[in-house]
């Protein structure tokens, strides 16, 4: 499965972005699928994740209420919903996907992700 992220950009602070992942190739597997972020001189840290059936989410506390995860899976497509941005928001975000034997399963650890993105860099200025 190959992933790509797009959508990240410049925006000030309480503005909103979304994210996109298309996922291509061995797309009939059932994937539970997440979004992870890196700013610089940190750590990857899980930021959001969905079941394939779409009925079971997740969130970071830190972004919990602002950010809404979700997928359409006849696209082959998931996104990241990001609202009132903040400057603790900027980072480079990944999107991933790992097989799943059950449809509800949601994953949060990068260590049980497969297939990862190449990242989309979003920039807050305050």
């Known amino acids: 499965v190959q992933l790509q992220a797009s959508g990240g950009g410049l925006v000030q602070a309480g503005a909103s972005l979304r994210l996109s992942c298309a996922a291509n190739g061995r797309t009939s597997s059932t994937y539970a699928m997440g979004w992870f972020r890196q700013a610089p001189g940190k750590e990857r840290e899980f930021v959001a994740t969905i079941s394939w059936n779409g009925g079971s989410t997740l969130y970071a506390d830190s972004v919990k209420g602002r950010f809404t995860i979700s997928r359409d899976n006849a696209k082959n497509t998931f996104y990241l919903q990001m609202d009132r941005l903040t400057p603790e928001d900027a980072a480079v975000y990944y999107c991933?996907?790992?097989?799943?034997?059950?449809?509800?399963?949601?994953?949060?650890?990068?260590?049980?992700?497969?297939?990862w993105g190449q990242g989309t860099l979003v920039t807050v200025s305050s």
């Open positions: 991933a996907a790992t097989a799943v034997d059950n449809p509800i399963v949601v994953v949060t650890s990068p260590h049980l992700y497969d297939y």
